[in-house]
């Protein structure tokens, strides 16, 4: 899954990004869209995994984008 974050400059976009992701930014940084991947914390795998012993756990992961602010501008 994939979430973009967007929205007016000095909104808390980064924030809530920072927040989420546990990755810290910048919000005065280069303006350019910051990914980060988060695992989905899931106790249902492990027990799966520890019942059926699959050769292979695949976590759900979130792919999430920090897009610099939308200026309203013309």
Known sequence: MKIGIIGLPQSGKST???AVTEKPV????VSEP???VVQ???ERLTKLAAIYNPKKVVRA????IDFPGISLDN
Not at 61 to 64: K, L, Q
Request: net charge negative.
């Open 61 to 64: 992961t979130i792919e999430f």
């Open 16 to 18: 809530v990004f920072s």
């Open 34 to 36: 910051k990914p980060a």
């Open 26 to 29: 910048d919000p005065y940084g």
């Open 40 to 42: 989905v914390p899931d």
